[in-house]
Structures are given as C-alpha cells and as structure tokens.
C-alpha cells in the first residue's frame, strides 16, 4: 500500500502564494507519474499539474505561468508552488500517482483564496 500525505494548504488572499508538498511512502521513481489534481464545490476532479517519471511535466491551461511543479528524489517528495493565487484557484488539492496497475491518492489539502 501506497500512503500519499499533502500538507501545505491554506488560507490566502488573491495575488498570494502558496506551496503544496506531497510526501510518498515510497520511492517516486516507482511511479509512472505523480501530480496534483483539485476539486471544486459541484465541479469534477481536474488536473492541475503532473510530472513522468522521465521529469517530463504538463500543466493545465489555467494554471501554466503561475503554478510550478518539482519533486525531490531524495526525500521522495513533490511540491507544487503556486503563485499569482485567484479566487477560482480554491478547491480540495489531492497528490496522485500512478504505476502500471494502481492509482494512489492523498487524503486532500483545502486551497482557499479570497477576493
């Protein structure tokens, strides 16, 4: 079993930052991708930002510009820097990673942003 822990959520007021970091139980060069999805009230799960085990990265739309995701081998961690912060950015922030035959989840960080 694979433990996937977030920490890092908050309260933040528009144009804030905020870093999000995901700590794996395990090695992160075992999973095919790792990343960060978020949910809205009454909005699907989305993707927000994910790295390949290659390093390769993909953003979504919205957050390109203003949202950075790295890892860090060693500590087996991934963290997404989140910048420039909107209102529209609030959701549930959830790390997943996935392998050939599994899909893990966190348990969530709340993202609040005022206006």
């Known amino acids: 079993q694979v433990l996937l822990v977030e920490s890092g959520g908050g309260l933040v007021q528009a144009g804030g930052s905020l870093r999000l970091s995901c700590a794996a139980s395990r090695s992160i060069f075992s999973f095919n991708a790792i990343g960060w999805y978020r949910q809205a009230p009454g909005k699907q799960r989305e993707l927000v930002a994910q790295v390949g085990a290659s390093g390769t990265t993909n953003y979504a739309d919205s957050v390109k510009g203003r949202f950075t995701i790295s890892r860090d081998n060693a500590k087996n961690t991934v963290a997404l820097q989140m910048n420039s912060l909107k209102p529209e950015d609030t959701a549930v922030y959830y790390c997943?990673?996935?392998?050939?035959?599994?899909?893990?989840w966190g348990q969530g960080t709340q993202v609040t942003v005022s206006s």
């Open positions: 997943k990673a996935s392998t050939s035959m599994n899909i893990y």
